[in-house]
């Protein structure tokens, strides 16, 4: 049975206003993870995902991409224990 794992992701750069939160949500429901993306005032957009490691190891690396618009410096992930609370991904304002 695949490992179920629980990421907080937090990623730096020219990642608002890029589409980057919309193409998150898109590729996290294909790969079949549940858990929300946000844009926080920072500058940064913050992702809390939850499903299969190797799936959300994949969301991960399109992370340090993203869309063809960003220009992503960083991404800091820390791995949680996972909980199983979310139903869907979503974009939160």
Known sequence: MP?????????????????????TRERAKKLGLFGWVRNLADGRVEVLVEGEKSKIEKLIEWLNQGPQLAQVEKVEVEWEDYKGEFDDFEIKY
Do not use: D, N, P, W
């Not at 490992?3 to 890029?18: D, N, T």
């Open 3 to 23: 490992e179920k794992s629980r990421a907080h992701i937090f990623v730096s750069g020219l990642v608002q206003g890029v589409f980057y939160r919309a193409e």
